[in-house]
Each structure stands twice: as structure tokens, then as C-alpha cells.
């Protein structure tokens, strides 16, 4: 009997936003087969530290992306970045209004095979919420000026909602990373995600990585989840 082909694991970065190291591990061991990335973010990165990088990673050597959005005056930034080089993650991210010298250092400090993302506006704002920080929108807007400031800067990687990417594309052109957060299955509960979209329409509009994390990882079985979307992604493209 003839093999069946091996499936290229879907363009995912699965959020293991879990309540300790050991479970991390299982979903991240459960997701493997099916999807290219996974994500590890503050509060999981803070309370285990560089050990949670090796942990996730396991056996498979997926891609890690490593969400720890910094935002500091650029020598902080730079020292950051340089240290967590060392860990090997695929994708790094700052802040976009850190401003160009701080983008510019994490990238200089940062492994050149770290691409250093930057963050332009959290999903989670809305457009009221951005008048009272007092950034200036419509949120479209505001992201198409952080993302033409961090590609000058050096980001190779920018992290928008789905609402936004299709403009940002069309901003900063080819050859940068779209990551979009905010992406949930037709049907899903939005959860605390201001600005959302389905997998489908953001790769569609432009995205290159889905950020994805609880409808996977609240699932009973997340890789029977993981595998869902990923093929429901294959089916439309």
C-alpha cells in the first residue's frame, strides 16, 4: 500500500496560554502534527522561564514563537532581545509605539534568525478605546502608520488584527510577515477579541500566521481541533 503524502503542517501558531508547563507541553506535543508554530506568551514565559522554550518545543522542533510584546527605551529592549536569542525562537515581538530606535535595537540585538514582529494595535482595543489612550485612528489607520514605521525601522514580521491586514499588505507590500491574531472559526465565541476574523477570510485578505489559541486549546481533544482547522484551511485554498 502506497503511504499517504505527508500534509504540510497548517500556516498556525497555536497560543499554549495554560495553567502550567506540563500541559503546554501536551497540547503543544497534541497540535505538532498539524500546525507550523506554537506560541508562548508572558504569563507562561514569566512563570517558567527559558525551560518552558525546550519544553514546548520537545522532540519536533516545531517553530516557537516567543510573545513577549517589549516595550522599553532601546538599550533595555537590545539586552532583552540579545538574551532571549540565546532560546532560538523563530519570531520575537515588540511593541510598535516602543518607536523606531527601540525596533531597530531588538533587531540589531536579536539573532538574524529571530525575526523580530512588531505589535502595531492589540486586538482586544476597540475604537473607543484608542480615542481614550489618545491614539489617534480610525484603527486602520493607526495600524498602517506602526506598520510603515517598524518596516522602516527593520521589523521583518508585524502582528494586526484580521480587520487590518488587507490594508497592510497593500502598506508594506511583499516579503513581510502578516501575523494576525483575533482569528477565530466560524461560530466561535469572540471571547475577549475586539477586532476578529475567520481563519479562511484572514489568509484570504493576506495574513502569512494565524495566531490561534483558545478554540484549540479549550477544546476536549486539540489536535483533533488543530487538525480541523487546518484542513477546513486546505479546503479553501
Given at each position: 500500500m502506497t503511504p499517504a503524502p505527508l500534509l504540510t503542517p497548517?500556516?498556525?501558531?497555536?497560543a499554549l496560554d495554560a495553567p502550567d508547563l506540563e500541559t503546554a507541553a501536551q497540547w503543544a506535543a497534541l497540535v505538532t502534527p498539524h500546525v507550523?508554530?506554537?506560541?508562548?506568551?508572558?504569563?507562561?514565559?514569566l512563570r517558567y522561564?527559558?525551560?518552558?522554550?525546550?519544553?514546548?518545543?520537545?522532540?519536533?522542533?516545531?517553530?516557537?514563537?516567543?510573545?513577549?510584546?517589549?516595550?522599553?527605551?532601546?538599550?533595555?529592549?537590545?539586552g532583552a532581545s540579545r538574551a532571549v536569542s540565546r532560546l532560538r525562537p523563530a519570531i520575537l515581538t515588540v511593541h510598535?509605539?516602543?518607536?523606531?530606535?527601540?525596533?531597530?535595537?531588538?533587531?540589531?540585538a536579536a539573532d538574524p534568525q529571530t525575526k523580530i514582529a512588531a505589535v502595531t494595535?492589540?486586538?482586544?482595543?476597540?475604537?473607543?478605546?484608542?480615542?481614550?489612550?489618545?491614539?489617534?485612528?480610525?484603527?486602520?489607520?493607526?495600524?498602517?502608520?506602526?506598520?510603515?514605521?517598524?518596516?522602516?525601522?527593520?521589523?521583518?514580521g508585524l502582528v494586526c488584527s484580521p480587520n487590518e491586514v488587507s490594508a497592510v499588505r497593500a502598506e508594506v507590500g511583499e516579503g513581510i510577515t502578516l501575523i494576525t491574531p483575533?482569528?477565530?472559526p466560524a461560530g466561535a465565541d469572540t471571547q475577549d477579541q475586539a477586532r476578529v476574523a475567520t481563519p479562511e477570510q484572514a489568509l484570504a485578505d493576506g495574513a502569512d500566521l494565524l495566531v490561534i489559541g483558545r478554540p484549540i486549546t479549550a477544546s476536549p481533544d486539540p489536535g483533533a481541533a488543530a487538525a480541523a482547522i487546518a484542513s477546513s484551511l486546505r479546503r479553501a485554498s
Open positions: 497548517a500556516p498556525i501558531a497555536v507550523s508554530t506554537v506560541k508562548v506568551g508572558l504569563e507562561l514565559y522561564g527559558p525551560d518552558v522554550i525546550a519544553s514546548v518545543r520537545g522532540a519536533s522542533g516545531v517553530q516557537v514563537f516567543l510573545d513577549l510584546k517589549l516595550h522599553d527605551i532601546p538599550n533595555t529592549v537590545a510598535a509605539a516602543g518607536g523606531p530606535a527601540m525596533i531597530r535595537a531588538a533587531v540589531e494595535i492589540l486586538t482586544s482595543l476597540s475604537e473607543a478605546d484608542l480615542a481614550r489612550i489618545g491614539l489617534v485612528g480610525p484603527a486602520d489607520d493607526a495600524v498602517r502608520r506602526l506598520a510603515a514605521l517598524s518596516v522602516e525601522s527593520g521589523a521583518k483575533g482569528v477565530r
